[in-house]
């Protein structure tokens, strides 16, 4: 069997020398375990093509072109492409190069590579038999965490890309700061301040940046229904696609709002979805599993009291706040409160909710990697004296649960930060913190 015309032209196009595109640097780092597949997922459209074309770009400045290569199978004359040409595409790299085989470790991205069924096999031979570092992304379903892990026998390493973080946001204009917040002069200062307001409406998604409201909408929207349709119905044979698209939406139109499978089951009947309770449970975790929300727990040893309690919910992405609230309505609390749950993502820590015996509730209580634990609390309008006095409330009841737990209050601007901070409570402009270098807390 020849290598597939196309194949051929998609490697000779990779050894051809060629301008480095201009991409925005992300600041994702693969995890460095040897002799592990590195698989890049996370929501569509949220940069995973883009973040693997930076890493061949910092491969290929240390090492000759030969060394570092891409291969997209995005491609609709690769459709039906059998297993055996991946092996193929091998064997035609290695005839070019046999100086390189068992002697130079080589580096392969290969993006969208689900689309060749049966592609595990060739990565795992690949990995056991050759000196090639493999990187693989794809945007469907078929490459979620579990399904990474299972497929690849514990081979697997996943390295998650999300939306633009507001440093990066920042960065894609040319605006990240060089300096500590402390050293801003005032003119910078107003302008992060202007930038954050903008990303807490339009979010982080590259192709949304810099577009007028009405076409962030739309675009945002079709990338919801494109996850739906394609890493929802098409891939778990969803029949009721009335009720899940009615269950994105109020997923999406009330972040931080809180998830029971009962609540949920009752008000789809109420909607006119006869729907059953546990196909309600299986189209909430698919959503979860597209990347497209997330669900935080309560705060709790207990698995029991985590278990019966709801979860919060939050989108992948605040810009998707304002594409799917029909009221119109610029909600920067829950923006701000997304985009901080969001962060804490990306800093692999590990997150509950808190409510305390008083009824008083805490956003966050946080578990670092690097160790240290924190309460963080967000507030976009402390102004109102009632309001930072619950806020603060809240932190103090928290803390006697929590002792060890630091009390972090984040508030929108450095106007609202208060004259007299609370004792032992550390207040903050969320986008201070957002562009903090150290993760641990």
């Given at each position: ?18 301008p ?28 995973k ?16 072109p ?43 991205f ?11 096999r060739?990565?795992r ?28 026998r ?49 979010g ?23 996850v ?71 705060a ?18 605040a ?34 909710y808190?409510k305390?015996?008083?009824?008083y ?26 309001t ?35 004792p ?16 641990h807390?």
């Amino acid at each position: 069997m020849p290598l597939h015309p196309v194949l051929l032209e998609k490697l000779n196009a990779a050894l051809a020398p060629a301008p480095t595109p201009r991409l925005t640097r992300r600041d994702v780092r693969l995890p460095a375990v040897p002799g592990k597949v590195h698989a890049v997922i996370g929501m569509r459209r949220a940069g995973k093509t883009t973040f693997l074309l930076q890493l061949l770009t910092e491969r290929r400045a240390s090492l000759p072109p030969e060394r570092a290569l891409f291969v997209s199978f995005d491609d609709d004359r690769l459709a039906e492409l059998p297993l055996e040409q991946l092996g193929l595409l091998l064997e035609e790299y290695y005839r070019r190069f046999p100086e390189l085989r068992g002697r130079e470790e080589v580096h392969w991205f290969l993006d969208e590579i689900q689309l060749v069924p049966g592609w595990e096999r060739f990565v795992r031979r690949v990995i056991d038999s050759e000196l090639v570092e493999i990187t693989v992304s794809g945007s469907s379903a078929r490459m979620l965490s579990r399904e990474v892990h299972t497929s690849l026998r514990g081979r697997g390493m996943e390295t998650v890309i999300r939306p633009f973080s507001f440093r990066e946001f920042l960065r894609h204009r040319g605006e990240e700061p060089e300096k500590e917040p402390a050293r801003w002069t005032s003119a910078e200062r107003s302008l992060v301040e202007k930038r954050f307001r903008e990303y807490l409406m339009e979010g982080g998604f590259p192709e949304a940046q810099g577009l007028t409201p009405a076409l962030r909408v739309e675009l945002l929207q079709g990338y919801v229904d494109t996850v739906l349709f394609r890493d929802v119905v098409e891939r778990y044979g969803v029949s009721q696609v009335a009720a899940l698209r009615w269950l994105t939406r109020q997923c999406l139109r009330n972040p931080a709002g809180a998830f029971s499978v009962h609540r949920l089951h009752r008000d789809l009947k109420a909607q006119g979805h006869g729907v059953a309770k546990d196909a309600a449970h299986a189209m909430f975790g698919h959503l979860l599993d597209a990347f497209l929300i997330s669900a935080v727990p309560l705060a709790t040893d207990s698995e029991r009291r985590r278990n019966s309690n709801p979860r919060k919910v939050y989108p992948v992405d605040a810009g998707l706040i304002g594409a799917f609230d029909a009221a119109g309505r610029a909600n920067l609390g829950h923006a701000l409160e997304t985009v901080v749950w969001n962060e804490l993502e990306r800093r692999k820590a590990r997150v509950g909710y808190v409510k305390t015996g008083e009824g008083y509730e805490v956003d966050f209580h946080v578990r670092y990697l690097a160790g240290g634990e924190e309460l963080v609390q967000v507030c976009a309008d402390p102004s109102d004296p009632a309001t930072m006095e619950r806020e603060l409330r809240a932190l103090e009841d928290a803390a006697r649960e929590h002792r060890r737990a630091k009390r972090r209050l984040l508030v929108l601007t450095r106007d609202q930060v208060p004259a007299i901070t609370a004792p032992g409570v550390f207040v903050q402009p969320a986008y201070e913190w957002l562009l903090a270098e150290s993760f641990h807390g």
